[in-house]
């Protein structure tokens, strides 16, 4: 049995972090039902179809929620849900008749997650964005970059995947529990402003200690030479994070730099110009592979900067089985790992209403009204 097993996911349709939380529940066993159009906008370059990863291990549903049919069988499916999430703009799921207020009507335990970027309320509410735009507007853009150079984050990953479908996944979850223990759902508002700007309090706790000021390029995590990326001379990149004096020490000894006294007080900011000028010098010597001899598996906090490719081949992520290919696409494996519950392995992506017969049998229509509505 997977930690999710026999959970019941209602997911609609959506782009970015929504889908993504889906995916995750239902790596971790849930079963997850994707409700989606029954064709895909001509041209929409965010139609993944098989590519889409974020739909691995779920069933496609394909209706058409503007037919009274199709969101009577949905609602019927609803009634048997332990959670629904959604990406929509505020109100749009209320216009369908398919708000929190109708689905508690008839399922009162329902967990009702809602994904956006600015949240259900407030100015920007309504507005359009993307990623970089709530993260910016966060505060969780700022440090991204080295000083003097336009600030940008890895595309997704901070807004989307951390501020958005993790928070949300988090917080469906820990509605489920509280569900189980009262026997009333509630509303999960799960906004990526939100998500992005928690993230930020571990930078902040340094900020408020003086370690991390607003300028950037002065701080421990992006103005000293022992933290950050530095290119090779066969043009690859690598990465120290040496914070720590006992792993400074062992970076610099195996540099050859131990005895060196221009380095033997790491933390004075008026010297990690110069200092970061000669790790560049020296760093760009040698070809990557050089330095992933010298220093890898040592406690002089290393790594190469991969692609996702390469990362595969790497002995660590391989003994780990991270990634994988599954029918013919590169994917990461389901995370965190349990150790009582069986781990899932990736499932297939869902087809466009695939399964559309079969969920709406189980749903109670008669063969004449699935015909109907899938006709």
């Not at 890895?154 to 501020?163: A, E, F, K, M, S």
């Not at 998500?195 to 930078?203: I, Q, R, T």
Request: with cysteine; aromatic share 6%; charged share 20%.
């Amino acid at each position: 049995m997977a930690v999710l097993s026999g959970v019941r996911v209602i997911e609609i349709a959506g782009i970015g972090p929504a889908p993504f939380c889906g995916m995750l529940l239902a790596d971790m066993g849930a079963e997850v039902i994707l409700v989606e159009r029954k064709a895909s906008k001509p041209g929409d370059p965010l139609d993944l179809a098989e590519n889409a990863i974020v739909n691995r291990g779920k069933r496609s549903l394909a209706l058409d929620l503007k037919d009274p049919q199709a969101l009577k069988a949905l609602l019927h499916l609803i009634t048997s849900a332990d959670a629904l999430i959604e990406g929509m703009r505020p109100g749009v799921m209320e216009r369908l008749g398919l708000g929190p207020e109708a689905c508690h009507a008839i399922n009162p335990k329902l967990v009702y997650g809602r994904m956006t970027g600015w949240g259900q309320d407030g100015p920007l509410a309504q507005a359009a964005g993307h990623d970089l735009n709530y993260i910016a507007l966060s505060g969780a853009l700022w440090y991204a970059g080295a000083a003097g150079t336009p600030p940008l984050a890895p595309p997704t990953l901070v807004g989307d995947i951390g501020g958005g479908a993790l928070y949300l996944a988090m917080g469906v979850l820990a509605g489920l529990l509280s569900a189980r223990a009262t026997g009333r759902g509630q509303v999960v508002d799960a906004a990526i402003v939100d998500g992005s700007a928690n993230m930020m309090n571990l930078l902040l706790s340094l900020h408020a200690a003086g370690h991390q000021p607003y300028e950037r390029g002065q701080g421990l995590l992006d103005g000293s030479h022992w933290y950050g990326s530095y290119r090779c001379a066969d043009g690859g990149w690598i990465t120290i994070g040496a914070l720590e004096p006992p792993f400074y020490q062992i970076l610099m000894s195996r540099l050859g730099l131990g005895e060196a006294p221009e380095f033997k007080n790491p933390y004075d900011r008026q010297q990690w110009p110069s200092l970061r000028a000669r790790l560049t010098t020296i760093f760009v010597s040698q070809p990557r592979q050089y330095w992933v001899d010298l220093l890898e598996g040592s406690d002089a906090c290393f790594a190469p900067v991969l692609t996702p490719a390469e990362a595969m081949t790497h002995p660590h992520i391989a003994a780990r089985g991270i990634y994988a290919r599954h029918e013919g696409i590169l994917q990461a494996a389901p995370a965190p790992r349990f150790s009582d519950s069986a781990n899932a392995i990736p499932g297939k992506v869902a087809k466009r209403g695939a399964d559309s017969a079969v969920l709406l049998r189980e749903a109670g229509l008669s063969a004449e009204e699935i015909a109907q509505l899938l006709k």
